[in-house]
């Protein structure tokens, strides 16, 4: 697998959300839900409607198995990703054993080559420098959560890291690096 990059600046984000949106609901989704998450993108493709709806919302987490244990790992669907949700779950007609990010050309969910086009043509359309890939949203969302205050402890239970240094390589954070963490606590 090739090393790819976080998206660091917001501005790119907001870029890369813009150009989804106009060329797909559920394309937008899925970049918003990847970089909201931090799911792998194998764990994003499996999504069915019946993981992230209970019949009457959009579930608080999704619930995704690890995949070489039983070790089950919690996934908050935060209001960045329920609005995009409610969005997406209102133009199509899926039903709960669909899957979330189902292909146009049959009833399976897209490729893994069809997610890396879709990300990667819209970081390119945004002028985003370096190797952009779908492991990016994964990158992308630790490296945000690092800088918000998150604990790099907490990002590695996510990330199912053995340690803090892996996490910190992982999502691009420099060991000298400084800058200021914005702890927004807001009560």
Not at 5 to 20: F, N, S, T, W, Y
Not at 132 to 161: D, Q
Request: charged content about 30%; proline content about 2%.
């Amino acid at each position: 697998m090739e090393f790819v990059e976080p998206i660091k600046r917001i501005a790119d984000i907001k870029g890369m959300k813009e150009v989804l949106s106009q060329h797909s609901q559920r394309d937008l989704l899925f970049f918003v839900f990847g970089i909201n998450t931090g799911m792998r993108v194998s764990e994003l493709l499996s999504l069915k409607v019946g993981d992230i709806w209970d019949g009457q919302d959009i579930k608080e987490f999704v619930s995704i198995e690890g995949p070489h244990t039983d070790e089950v790992t919690d996934f908050y669907i935060n209001l960045s990703v329920k609005k995009e949700l409610r969005k997406y779950l209102s133009q199509v007609d899926l039903q709960e054993c669909d899957y979330l990010f189902k292909s146009k050309k049959n009833n399976k969910p897209i490729t893994r080559q069809q997610a890396y086009r879709i990300i990667n043509h819209a970081a390119k359309e945004v002028g985003i420098p370096g190797k952009i890939g779908t492991h990016t949203l994964r990158k992308t969302f630790g490296y945000h959560a690092y800088r918000k205050g998150i604990a790099v402890s907490i990002l590695s239970k996510i990330y199912r890291h053995q340690s803090s240094a892996e996490t910190l390589h992982y999502i691009g954070i420099e060991k000298n690096e400084k800058y200021i963490i914005k702890v927004d606590v807001n009560l």
